[in-house]
């Protein structure tokens, strides 16, 4: 099966830089993805990693280690409107190629 | 262009009766995906259209839950009878075949049961 783990909560700045943490088991690998949901909301496509390294995007950045089995995404420069869930999800080829999502992390940023 | 719709976008319904959710997908995107977040939990997936064929409904609670994708456009997903453990937000995302990223959520269909 797949495994997903990623805090539940994190709390930070306006200005500041956060980075949410995931790590994953799965057999298969074929891609990481990285959603923003705001409460009652879609989640929306922020990233997606399937080599090794940081891919940039702005002010959100993702890295992959897949020997490691461990992902980031990294926020910079908080705004207040980054707070909501960061939902990080893994897709296996031996699983159909669907998505298999963690249970998010609900981040809030303070001024 | 328009983003995946899902209707209703709230549900509260009775424990035995009968509910339809409707997913309509990005135009021209093969797969439709349903995945389901009951309260507390991570989202789940149920099952997976590549146009109007069910490629995969591995996740499938049991056979209260009938997926229907007539045409390979849109889908709909009825619980009959729903149960109280059906409560959930019910998500439908779409993508192109073979896209190596973008999978398109809609904003799901809280469903309540009571």
């Known amino acids: 099966g797949q495994n997903i783990d990623q805090p539940t909560e994190m709390t930070a700045t306006e200005g500041a830089i956060v980075q949410i943490n995931c790590t994953y088991q799965?057999?298969?690998?074929?891609?990481l993805f990285w959603y923003q949901q705001h409460a009652g909301e879609a989640p929306t496509f922020l990233s997606y990693?399937?080599?090794?390294g940081l891919e940039e995007k702005g002010r959100f950045s993702s890295f992959l280690s897949r020997s490691k089995g461990y992902s980031y995404l990294l926020l910079k420069e908080l705004q207040m409107k980054d707070s909501a869930s960061y939902l990080c999800?893994?897709?296996?080829?031996?699983?159909?190629?669907?998505?298999?999502f963690g249970g998010g992390t609900r981040l809030m940023v303070k001024p | 262009e328009a983003g995946v719709t899902q209707f209703p976008s709230h549900s509260v319904i009775e424990k035995g009766q009968t509910v339809t959710l409707r997913c309509d997908p990005i135009?021209?995107?093969?797969?439709l995906y349903w995945y389901r977040r009951v309260m507390g939990k991570e989202i789940k997936f149920l099952l997976h259209?590549?146009?109007?064929?069910?490629?995969?409904e591995s996740g499938m609670p049991n056979n209260r839950f009938l997926a229907e994708r007539t045409g390979g456009t849109y889908s709909t997903l009825k619980v009959q009878p729903a149960e109280l453990e059906d409560s959930g937000v019910y998500f439908c995302?779409?993508?192109?075949?073979?896209?190596?990223?973008?999978?398109?959520f809609g904003s799901g269909t809280r469903l309540t049961v009571v």
């Open positions: 995302a779409s993508s192109q075949q073979g896209a190596g990223n973008g999978y398109t």
């Open positions: 799965t057999s298969g690998f074929n891609g």
């Open positions: 990693n399937v080599l090794d």
């Open positions: 999800a893994v897709r296996s080829h031996n699983a159909g190629n669907m998505l298999t």
């Open positions: 135009s021209g995107h093969d797969n």
């Open positions: 259209f590549v146009k109007e064929s069910k490629q995969d």
